[in-house]
């Protein structure tokens, strides 16, 4: 089988990315999006999901944070979309929980081709670092649209913003580790093709 690998760079008057994404990697992170808290949490999701991930952004953070979080999740979900080809082989389904002290995180999500997006964070601060809550939600949608593919991510419980936001990235990259996985040749879904 080829190297599950993709490049790409997204480049709009409003951001400029570049990504790099190897699905059977060991988790290494380079991440610069001039968001730190985001640049924490795909640094975390790569680690958990091993897979190897390159994404720098330089955006128009001077007006706000929407744009760098919602590009850098589309062209991310482009390129794992890319890098998984057909498709064949892989498990497909995955779902995986992650605590992070008090808080609880639920993911399940199916490389289906039909993009959906189910999310749940229940954050009630208006900002964590630089990054306004309300994008964390956007990103998780904005990746599952971008890949092709059905999220539903919960955070079950948790008083801490910080933890129910990390525990559903973790969460998240557990259940990628699981579905990307290779479980066989052929295309996971009986229609014979996603």
Not at 49 to 70: F, K, P, Q, V, W
Not at 113 to 130: C, Q, S
């Amino acid at each position: 089988m080829s190297a599950r690998r993709s490049e790409l760079s997204r480049t709009t008057k409003e951001t400029d990315i570049h990504c790099v994404l190897e699905l059977d990697g060991e988790g290494r992170g380079d991440i610069a999006t001039g968001i730190g808290f985001l640049d924490h949490m795909l640094t975390a999701l790569a680690k958990h999901s091993r897979i190897n991930l390159t994404l720098s952004c330089t955006g128009d953070l001077h007006i706000d944070d929407h744009h760098t979080a919602e590009d850098c999740a589309l062209t991310l979900g482009q390129a794992l979309d890319e890098a998984l080809g057909d498709r064949r082989g892989i498990r497909r389904f995955a779902s995986a929980y992650a605590p992070l002290d008090e808080a609880l995180a639920r993911a399940v999500i199916d490389f289906s081709g039909r993009p959906y997006a189910v999310i749940d964070l229940g954050l009630k601060r208006e900002m964590l670092g630089t990054l306004a809550c309300e994008n964390i939600g956007h990103f998780f949608t904005s990746l599952a649209m971008a890949s092709k593919s059905c999220f539903h991510v919960d955070v079950l419980r948790g008083i801490n913003d910080h933890h129910r936001s990390e525990a559903a990235f973790k969460a998240l990259a557990l259940a990628l580790r699981q579905a990307v996985a290779l479980d066989g040749d052929s295309i996971p879904s009986t229609k014979g093709v996603i």
